[in-house]
């Protein structure tokens, strides 16, 4: 079998499939969901390999001649790995290539973002927007110069920290490489955010997993904009302070769901995003043991903002 | 380069393929070779898969299909019967490295040997779709 499959495809061949377009590996077992999810990717100007199984997926990546820039990949597999385990694979094998998880089995989003370096897991139903926006993000960072993805300083004796995501799905989380969730006092990160674009972001406090943040402005984004992308993100800037140049905010090392945070955000008056118009039941993100985290962590965070 | 003008097209603009075929590589060189034929193709690893796509989404134009396919519970030839039983409009192609010479199989419009069939899929696909609107 494997001696005229690669009779039908050689090297060659596949590295000319491969091509100029972006590359996005799908890995789900659900054909229609499979199905809808690349055929909106390949609308939207990528190619799509889909794979079934990671067993599938492990088929794919082993293939050098294939190029593959991103992987989105259900938690739930059949085959020798599920989501975690392809993930674990990736970082073994092909480290650096960013895999987005997909799911929502109860527990799982602390084990994803401790796997993951594209991000908190991504919630079931696929959200086309929020996986394009995912997708979009992880392709942007790739195209930075490595200097720009280091952190800076560091403290003695440890790898460096750095906030890993902000722009999606919830708070950021604050993570150094050993996957510990903790940061140091004075690190200096750069994040890229939608619509806002690169920022510069330095953790100025902490306490426990609530870090207080200052995110420096770029001189053309207005500190609005800055504070509405972080409160869409579950991040509360009120809590801290803002000021013409930076805004501080206080970070839940965590992740917060669209809806765990809508009542904040009613609350403080403000005005309702597209995403918060739809029916709450669309905003169910995350499983139940997840809001509970939270309630858990409020009293925390209220003394720390106090 | 082909010219888009000769590219296949019908009311929605493309016919609509399911590729059938459970080793990865070939299928996504497939898929591959048919989408930049222009056609729109759809991707199933066995012959469940390929029912609950038949069933739930538009209409398919022509499964292409290989014939052992161990992951799901019906080999090619059984999924080509039964889609030509219950959607006899729809085209049939065998693509599998077991049938020595192109030769006829029941319920079947065409069949191709691998690894020959890489090479002609898109054109025999298009012969088998342009001879059913000349049908029409």
């Known amino acids: ?306 | 380069m082909e010219e888009w003008s000769n590219r296949p097209e019908n009311a929605e603009g493309r016919k609509t393929i399911l590729v059938v075929e459970d080793e990865v590589l070939i299928r996504m060189t497939l898929a591959d070779d048919l989408r930049e034929a222009g056609f729109k193709v759809l991707e199933a690893t066995n012959a469940d898969e390929a029912m609950r796509i038949l069933r739930s989404s538009d209409p398919i134009d022509l499964v292409a299909t290989d014939i052992d396919m161990p992951s799901g519970s019906a080999s090619g030839i059984e999924l080509a019967a039964q889609v030509r039983s219950q959607w006899p409009q729809v085209k049939i192609m065998i693509v599998s490295g077991h049938v020595a010479t192109d030769g006829p199989i029941e319920a079947a419009d065409a069949v191709l040997s691998k690894p020959d069939a890489l090479r002609c899929v898109a054109e025999r696909a298009r012969a088998l779709l342009d001879a059913d609107n000349d049908e029409w």
Request: aromatic share 4%; proline share 7%.
């Open chain 1, 1 to 306: 079998m494997r001696f005229w499959m690669q009779t039908m495809t050689n090297g060659e061949e596949l590295a000319k499939r491969s091509g100029q377009m972006e590359t996005v590996l799908i890995v789900e077992d659900e054909v229609l969901v499979r199905l809808a999810i690349a055929d909106c990717l390949r609308e939207c100007g990528y190619k799509v390999i889909e794979a079934a199984t990671s067993d599938e997926a492990v088929q794919v990546l082993q293939e050098p001649t294939v190029k593959i820039d991103v992987i989105l990949c259900d938690v739930s597999l059949p085959g020798g790995f599920d989501g975690f385990g392809l993930a674990q694979w990736v970082r073994a094998h092909r480290n650096g290539l960013p895999i987005i998880l997909v799911g929502s089995p109860a527990g799982a989003s602390d084990a994803a973002g401790d796997l993951c370096d594209s991000g908190p897991m991504l919630a079931k139903p696929y959200d086309p927007q929020l996986v394009l926006d995912r997708i979009k993000r992880l392709l942007a960072e790739l195209q930075l110069p490595p200097q720009s993805k280091q952190v800076a300083p560091s403290a003695p004796n440890r790898p460096p920290g750095r906030i890993r995501d902000i722009s999606l799905s919830g708070a950021a989380i604050l993570a150094d490489p050993e996957r510990a969730m903790v940061t140091e006092t004075g690190q200096t990160v750069r994040l890229f955010m939608t619509e806002v674009g690169f920022v510069e972001a330095t953790v100025v406090r902490q306490s426990g997993r609530i870090f207080a943040v200052r995110f420096n402005l770029p001189p053309s984004v207005e500190r609005d904009l800055l504070i509405r992308k972080l409160f869409t993100r579950g991040i509360n800037t009120t809590e801290i302070e803002a000021s013409a140049m930076s805004v501080t905010a206080a970070v839940l090392g965590g992740i917060v769901t669209t809806r765990t945070m809508k009542p904040r955000r009613e609350a403080a008056g403000m005005p309702q995003s597209e995403e918060e118009k739809l029916p709450a039941e669309s905003l169910v993100m995350q499983p139940e043991p997840q809001v509970k985290k939270l309630a858990e962590f409020g009293a925390e965070r209220q003394s720390f903002a106090a």
